[in-house]
């Protein structure tokens, strides 16, 4: 892996914890959609959650209707929260998906709130596994819309997505580990495989029923370094 601050910042992030440290604990956060219609965000903050993911768009026609309330609610409850794209690499190049979730709220700002906007590409809801897309034009698609949200924001997005889908529809690919962090799912009491030559998980999303709504996470590192990590320095 080429040394960069975004790799030097992971480090921090994971303390010092072994590659395959995977432990029920570190920051707690969540990740919600429409299907969450109303989120006690202030409850969250007072249980212990320090950050929210929140659904803003899907393909290149969906934007998630509770996008807006979420993000407020999130904002007022003084929680550090960003959006997700729900990739279709068959819909629509990376590029144009990109786009589509920059001008639907899924952008960046420098003001230690607002996480990087997060790609969750993973299993296809109503058809082929891999959309339909070679290991190599998966790559690129992935790519494409990194690069795309990059030269907009700055940042690079956080990649939400299992090892075995990353597996099977990249063929393991390594392309991303120095820039774009690693959002795990793998819902058990430890990881058992990070995929793609990353060497940890940036967050970990451990289980798929939080209390307060949505899937719950864990940033892998302090509460301090979650903030340097949000403001992208």
Same mark, same amino acid.
């Given at each position: 892996?080429?040394?960069?601050?975004?790799?030097?910042?992971?480090?921090?992030?994971?303390?010092?914890?072994?590659?395959?440290?995977?432990?029920?604990?570190? &920051?707690?956060?969540?990740?919600?959609?429409?299907? =969450?219609?109303?989120?006690?965000?202030?409850?969250?903050?007072?249980?212990? #959650?320090?950050?929210?993911?929140?659904?803003?768009?899907?393909?290149?026609?969906?934007?998630?209707?509770?996008?807006?309330?979420?993000?407020?609610?999130?904002?007022?409850?003084?929680?550090?929260?960003?959006?997700?794209?729900?990739?279709?690499?068959?819909?629509?190049?990376?590029?144009?998906? #990109?786009?589509?979730?920059?001008?639907?709220?899924?952008?960046?700002?420098?003001?230690? =709130?607002?996480?990087?906007?997060?790609?969750?590409?993973? /299993?296809?809801?109503?058809?082929?596994?891999?959309?339909?897309?070679?290991?190599?034009?998966? &790559?690129? $698609? &992935?790519?494409?819309?990194?690069?795309? /949200?990059?030269?907009?924001?700055?940042?690079?997005?956080?990649?939400?997505?299992?090892? @075995?889908?990353?597996?099977?529809?990249?063929?393991?690919?390594?392309?991303?580990? #120095?820039?774009?962090?690693? &959002?795990?799912? =793998?819902?058990?009491?430890?990881?058992?495989?990070?995929?793609?030559?990353?060497?940890?998980?940036?967050?970990? =999303?451990?289980?798929?029923?939080?209390?307060?709504?949505?899937?719950? @996470?864990? $940033?892998?590192?302090?509460?301090?370094?979650?903030?340097?990590?949000?403001?992208?320095?």
């Amino acid at each position: 892996m080429k040394t960069t601050a975004l790799s030097l910042l992971l480090t921090a992030g994971a303390a010092s914890a072994s590659p395959l440290e995977s432990r029920a604990s570190g &920051v707690q956060g969540f990740d919600i959609s429409s299907y =969450q219609g109303t989120v006690d965000f202030s409850g969250a903050y007072n249980a212990g #959650a320090r950050f929210v993911m929140i659904k803003a768009t899907e393909g290149t026609s969906y934007v998630d209707s509770s996008f807006s309330s979420h993000y407020d609610g999130a904002t007022d409850a003084g929680l550090i929260r960003g959006g997700y794209h729900f990739a279709h690499p068959d819909s629509g190049s990376g590029a144009t998906q #990109a786009e589509y979730f920059l001008a639907h709220g899924g952008g960046w700002t420098k003001d230690g =709130q607002t996480l990087p906007g997060m790609l969750d590409i993973e /299993y296809n809801p109503s058809g082929s596994t891999c959309y339909g897309l070679s290991e190599s034009a998966m &790559v690129s $698609w &992935v790519k494409d819309f990194g690069e795309t /949200y990059n030269s907009k924001t700055g940042r690079y997005p956080m990649i939400y997505t299992t090892a @075995d889908w990353w597996n099977t529809c990249t063929g393991g690919s390594t392309t991303f580990i #120095a820039d774009y962090p690693l &959002v795990l799912a =793998q819902y058990a009491s430890a990881i058992s495989t990070i995929p793609g030559g990353w060497a940890y998980q940036s967050f970990w =999303q451990n289980s798929d029923s939080y209390s307060y709504g949505g899937d719950s @996470d864990l $940033w892998n590192g302090s509460e301090e370094n979650l903030k340097i990590f949000a403001n992208g320095s």
